[in-house]
């Protein structure tokens, strides 16, 4: 069974960086796609970044230029490194591992985290 684990979630005041980490065992990491998803309260849960088994990356518009998603095969990690952080992305962001770059961006299948939360003070 995949188990991903996610760290680096917190409090952090708006134009700040945080880094999140999500460490997969249970599996082939290097064979998978890898993303980001995150949700608010009341709201839908959404893409926030997808990176693909051979390291292809893609972002939401409300984030390209902030952040970052990158992996690591060796150490079957993926990081999603976030820059000048904004009130609007507190969320709960949640890792996600599936076979393909489109089903991670669907986000309806696959393996989840448990999420981790990101609250942006203003």
């Known amino acids: 069974q995949v188990q991903l684990v996610e760290s680096g979630g917190g409090l952090v005041q708006a134009g700040g960086s945080l880094r999140l980490s999500c460490a997969a065992s ?11 998803h995150r ?3 009341g709201k839908q849960r959404e893409l926030v970044a997808v990176v693909s088994s051979g390291g292809s ?27 000048s952080l904004k009130p609007e992305d507190t969320a709960v962001y949640y890792c996600n591992q599936a076979r393909s770059w489109l089903l991670v961006a669907r986000g309806t299948s696959g ?10 003070s203003s």
């Open 26 to 36: 249970g599996s082939t990491f290097s064979s998978n796609a890898m993303g980001w």
């Open 39 to 41: 949700q608010a309260p």
């Open 57 to 83: 990356t893609n972002y939401a518009d409300s984030v390209k230029g902030r952040f970052t998603i990158s992996r690591d095969n060796a150490k079957n990690t993926v990081y999603l490194q976030m820059n």
């Open 111 to 120: 393996y989840w985290g448990q999420g981790t939360q990101v609250t942006v």
